[in-house]
């Protein structure tokens, strides 16, 4: 049974993840999801030497390749990660010898015979222990958790530095890029998004918010303060405003299964970068160009500042990512052709089809358009996931989760 998606509950639930999995009781209704398990995560916490109060919100989850029956995540919020083991137990064993069934235990003068225990059904219990606490090696906030190929050790990152942890080792971390200057007031851009190469554990990228991209090679240094590569789209000076290096702030980056793009998500479009070409992007994707005229009402309400994240379908023929209005845009790289759909209630009824939707930016608006003006900015999808094997996706829209997935005959 694969995973499909971790959902993590915000509105007053942040620090609680729940795992969504198929009804296995009806297993012909494929398209129907119930909660799996619901665990507290995170507890909030005070830093009593910086006066500084640590919320319990979870920034990243990752999942480790399964290895046996159990599943091993990681969750972090600003300042720990927790390495987590989730494992289910459907049957109890009955019949011992040393204690009764209800636990207490007998006394060895009255145990006359031995029993051979025996395993009896029972409900199904998930059961989520914590197995690793790594704590006390990032100043700021965590961004970015990444696993890397290697099974054995990840990365995390904040806006300065980057970690690099063994998964069986969490009294010490190896520090492996620290953009941090002498003086913090030469500080020009900062640590936005990280993650490992798929197949070379050697190699990682990071992004930043000046619309940059370095790829490191931790064969060259221990200290990867130089790149080995750069990836930077020059700059059109005649489109130049003063929203240009907030709007080319990269807030999310991913690898292609292959290993040989990677996709970034700026704040109006998505590339997609060939790994032996730095120079420009191969391919780039407007999400809502409509929103330029709306940049300066935008950043007066903070929503010019909202991280998007995009993602990759199985055989990264396809791509998504979030927009405003809880819209989600998904482009096809062979034909070029692009999407918009809506994730609501009324298309999350079983067995709804969801329709395209269009915005309108002109005076005359068509029957099933939607004009600029009327988007609603507090509801947005910054999560996007795509099942690795099949058509299945999910959106986070505020505080709802949206299953899809294609037509079933």
Sequence with gaps: MAVLVLKLLDLGYQRRLSLQFPNKSRPHSRGEYNVYSTFQ?????FDYLKSLEIEEK???IRWLPQQNAAHFLLSTNDKTIKLWKISERDKKAEGYNLKDEDGRLRDPFRIT????PILKPMDLMVEASPRRIFANAHTYHINSISVNSDHETYLSADDLRINLWHLEITDRSFNIVDIKPVNMEELTEVITAAEFHPHQCNVFVYSSSKGTIRLCDMRSSALCDRHSKFFEEPEDPSSRSFFSEIISSISDVKFSHSGRYMMTRDYLSVKVWDLNMETRPVETYQVHEYLRSKLCSLYENDCIFDKFECCWNGSDGALMTGSYN???RMFDRSTRRDVTL???RESSKPRAILKPRKVCTGGKRKK???????LDFNKKILHTAWHPL???IAVAATNNLYI????VN
Excluded: C, G, T, Y
Aim: net charge negative; hydrophobic share 35%; proline share 3%.
């Design 326 to 328: 809880n819209f989600f």
């Design 390 to 392: 099949e058509n299945i």
């Design 58 to 60: 979870i920034n990243k």
């Design 404 to 407: 899809f997935q294609d037509k």
């Design 368 to 374: 099933d358009e939607i004009s600029v003006d009327s």
């Design 113 to 116: 015979a031995l029993r051979v």
């Design 342 to 344: 809506e994730a609501s």
């Design 41 to 45: 995560s995170h507890e909030p916490e």
